[in-house]
């Protein structure tokens, strides 16, 4: 779902929604909006209103934790990855060319992953189909450590490189999730109903025009951000790759 073309179609819906109520009070004779009508109209609008910003901020709420979740993962991704280079430097030259593997391994995904000119959905398909971690652990399997440090270094080397391949695949689940388009749906319906309902009370004038269009602006830079913080590594909001550059630059020391 492109977040930029939902958000407009947001605003253009209750902007629409808004018009729609205008023109139906121009229609509607005076005392069906005077009085208790009117107070029950605005009763329903506060209704849907709370609603709809209760679904509102949950939902922001858990798109930055989704946000901050992979964010966390690759600090401890790059982390990691310091750390077994550093066993395998550690191990001796027997793993040097683990490293220069392991170091190749993330630069690949580095150019893979924030590389503005590769679609997030093809990046995630070449991520899923490597098979770079993979060859790695095969090797450090092969390996035939010489005394006791050398085997408590090749066990740490395994147990990191099984977190970073869990990780990895972790990474490329957490972008399979998107919101149900039904509950899009839902909501853009609530918001239309809602915008109706203030065009039926509003003063015909084009202050109220503006200030409504305002906040129909506002509620679509929200969901806007919803859908962002939703695919932590594609679209205008994503997550930094400082973590795993500095990673990067400290490999091979």
Sequence with gaps: MNPIAISIVVIV???????????????????HLEGDTRDIVKLSAGLIATLTALVLGLLIS????TLDTMNRELVQDGAKVILLDRNLANYGPAASELRAELRSHVAYTLKLLWHEDIPVNAALQKAEDSRALERIQARLRDLAPQSDAQRQLLSQALQLSSDLALS??????TMQRELPRPFLVVLLLWLVILYTCYGLIAPQNWTV?????????SIAGAIFLILEMNTPLGGIIKVSSAPMHKALSLLGR
Excluded: N
Aim: glycine content about 6%; some cysteine; overall charge positive.
């Design 13 to 31: 819906c209750t902007y629409c929604g808004t018009h729609l109520g205008l023109q139906i009070r121009k229609r509607l004779p005076d005392h």
């Design 209 to 217: 025009r503006v200030v409504l269009f305002i906040s129909a602006l």
């Design 168 to 173: 990895r695949w972790l990474i490329v689940e």
């Design 62 to 65: 858990s798109a930055k934790d």
